[in-house]
């Protein structure tokens, strides 16, 4: 079945400085993937939609210059946090679809804190 | 906003018992609708979907209701076990949404051995 792989599972950073997690989908081509966060005890909430070769499309409240998102191959996304404050620190997760709902396989997660 | 929510944030069974878990949604215009098992530190995982023609739709051991004149999903899981554990999100995709899930609050399974 299709695999997503997400990088790191887990960071630590300090303020201020930034921070890339990786999102490859390993055995299919994934014209469009997308970035969550997920707060403790929550749900997830969708940040941005990234398609490649293209600007990725961010949801209502979402900062563009803060969350950088690069979708520059078929197989790999990249979520860079920048400046990074204790109140990013969350679970982020990607997916990536294969162009039917049910093809959109989630990766395992990234879990940042910012000290 | 439009919204995904759950009635219970909490669900505990205990081992063998069926369980039942409800979600009530608020985008008459969704027409597709996934479950999803998330265990702890780890991404969704897919259980079952169903579209809004349907009313029913039957996996291994688990099975999924739409209501669509009262706006409910329910997934219903046979014999519980230990390994199934975990929160549950029920979401939807609105039509003409490019694939985007809005997801439910979340359900926490417990199952007592």
């Known amino acids: 079945g299709a695999v997503v792989s997400q990088h790191p599972s887990w960071v630590i950073c300090k303020s201020g400085t930034s921070v890339k997690i990786e999102c490859r989908s390993l055995?299919?081509?994934?014209?469009?993937m997308f970035w969550y966060r997920q707060f403790p005890k929550q749900s997830l909430m969708l940040m941005a939609t990234s398609n490649e070769g293209s600007k990725a499309t961010y949801e209502q409240g979402v900062e563009k210059d803060k969350f950088l998102i690069n979708h520059a191959s078929l197989t790999l996304s990249t979520l860079t946090v920048t400046s990074a404050h204790p109140e990013d620190s969350s679970f982020y997760i990607c997916s990536a679809g294969q162009g039917t709902p049910r093809g959109y396989t989630f990766g395992s997660g990234t879990r940042l804190t910012v000290v | 906003g439009e919204s995904v929510g759950l009635h219970l944030p909490t669900l505990s069974v205990q081992e063998g018992d069926n369980s039942i878990i409800n979600c009530a949604y608020s985008?008459?215009?969704?027409?597709?609708f996934i479950w999803y098992k998330q265990e702890s530190g780890k991404g969704p995982q897919f259980i079952i979907d169903?579209?809004?023609?349907?009313d029913k739709r039957q996996g291994q051991r688990v099975t999924v209701l739409l209501n669509k004149t009262v706006k409910h999903l329910s997934l219903q899981i046979a014999a519980t076990q230990p390994g199934d554990s975990a929160v549950y999100f029920c979401?939807?995709?609105?039509?003409?949404?490019?694939?985007?899930?809005?997801f439910g609050s979340g359900t926490r399974l417990l199952v007592r051995p």
């Open positions: 055995d299919f081509q994934a014209t469009t």
């Open positions: 985008n008459s215009a969704s027409d597709y």
């Open positions: 169903i579209r809004s023609n349907m």
């Open positions: 979401a939807e995709i609105p039509m003409d949404s490019s694939y985007k899930l809005i």
